[in-house]
């Protein structure tokens, strides 16, 4: 049965810490995957959890089977997060919620459930886009093309290339969209530029899916919401996949979370009775534990505070190494324009750096990239910064 089973690559971001656990070398430094860490470089446990968890462990509950789609105050948390508790979509009970297992299994449960919907449909993915979004639609079944995006001159967004993409799809096809802090790249579309957009989804019956794993982490909760929010106000349809593994640090609990957003209550009931069907041949229905912590947190104000008040401090010290990053290395290699360092948000920097510098940095330094150029900025701390702009600094130069 399996004489003949290929080897599969490793996979480009989760193989990365294989490889990196098995480097003895004391010095090494994880730039690969998206997580956050702290300045002594461990993940943290977010006090508003720990709290909360405490809690839940003094008065244990049992683990009865969930809601298919999770339970209401963990859904409707989500959708505060997103819409903002006074959405007009609320009231008009026009949003279906769904737990999901992380980010990825929401984008997984909204492919399956789109190929039921727009079977000849295709998928358009920014280039370059996170690598797993690729692989979710391909597996669902789509074939998956690129939008342009980025703009390797400018660092920043080939706007009028992504506009011309979009236009040329053919209706229905659907739109994969970073709503904050672009994976790979951390740069983002503007207000102004999300209304455009909008209209041209609505203009050419385009589906928009928002992938939102990084609320926060730019600029706050309600900011980051934008593109959301400038979907919603357009009344076109539109499917969202949440996260809470980065703004919570639940990484391992895979808590996230699909709205689809709809026109009717009757035409939201009958899409989450379809995604009822996607999720229950699929998982049957969610764990307990990490959206039991997340509902917990955002139900009290007091520990809503704190973790605001956390994940600014996140976001405030990504900010800082991003500032001190561009400083050593404008130092180290002059006449090389860094200020695409502080310019992107979110977790990633785009270095620009090819494969085979990628490589140079993973053999002679121990210090592990992406290999599209991609580090993670929050991994960078006070103690590993030098190290590793040094090491960056020197395969520039080659
Ligand atoms: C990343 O891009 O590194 C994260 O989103 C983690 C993952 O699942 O790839």
């Given amino acids: 049965l399996f004489a003949n089973v290929p080897l599969a690559p490793r996979d480009p971001i989760l193989g990365l810490n294989e490889a990196y656990a098995a480097d003895p070398r004391s010095n090494k430094v994880n730039l690969g995957v998206g997580v956050y860490y702290d300045d002594n470089g461990k993940i943290p446990l977010l006090a508003c959890v720990r709290e909360a968890e405490t809690a839940m462990a003094a008065n244990p509950k049992p683990r009865g089977y969930q809601p298919i789609e999770g339970p209401a105050h963990y859904t409707t948390a989500v959708q505060h997060l997103l819409f ?24 997984r449960i909204g492919a399956d459930l789109l190929k039921r919907i727009v079977p000849d449909a295709s998928v358009y993915i920014s280039a370059p886009s996170w690598e797993n979004h690729r692989g979710i639609f391909e597996a669902a079944g789509f074939s998956v093309r690129e939008y342009r995006y980025f703009d390797a001159q400018t660092g920043g967004v080939d706007f009028a290339g992504m506009i011309a993409d979009l236009e040329a799809a053919p209706a229905h096809s659907i739109i994969v969209l970073h709503a904050c802090c672009h994976n790979p790249t951390g740069a983002d579309l503007t207000e102004a530029q999300w209304q455009t957009v909008v209209e041209v989804c609505r203009a050419k019956a385009l589906v928009p899916f928002l992938d939102m794993a990084y609320q926060g982490f730019a600029e706050g909760i309600d900011a980051d919401a934008v593109a959301v929010r400038r979907f919603c106000d357009a009344g076109i349809p539109v499917l969202i996949s949440s996260s809470f593994s980065k703004n919570f640090s639940l990484y391992g609990e895979r808590v996230g979370a699909l709205s689809i957003v709809t026109t009717t209550a009757d035409e939201a009931a009958r899409v989450l009775s379809q995604l009822k069907r996607v999720i229950r041949t699929n998982y049957s229905n969610p764990p307990t534990h990490g959206a039991a912590l997340v509902a917990t947190v955002l139900a009290d104000s007091a520990l809503r505070q704190q973790w605001e008040t956390e994940l600014a401090g996140m976001r405030d010290r990504i900010r800082a190494m991003r500032q001190g990053l561009r400083a050593r290395l404008e130092a180290a290699v002059p006449g090389r324009d860094f200020t695409f360092v502080t310019a992107q948000r979110g977790m990633f920097s785009y270095t620009g750096l090819t494969p085979e510098q990628v490589e140079r940095l993973q053999r002679d330094f121990g210090i592990y990239a992406v290999r599209s150029g991609r580090i993670c900025v929050a991994a960078l701390n006070s103690h590993n910064l030098d190290t590793v702009a040094d090491a960056i600094a020197a395969v520039l130069r080659g």
């Fill in 84 to 107: 903002g508790p006074q959405s007009p979509l609320l009231a008009e009970k026009r949003v279906v919620t769904a737990q999901g297992l992380g980010g990825t299994g929401a984008l």
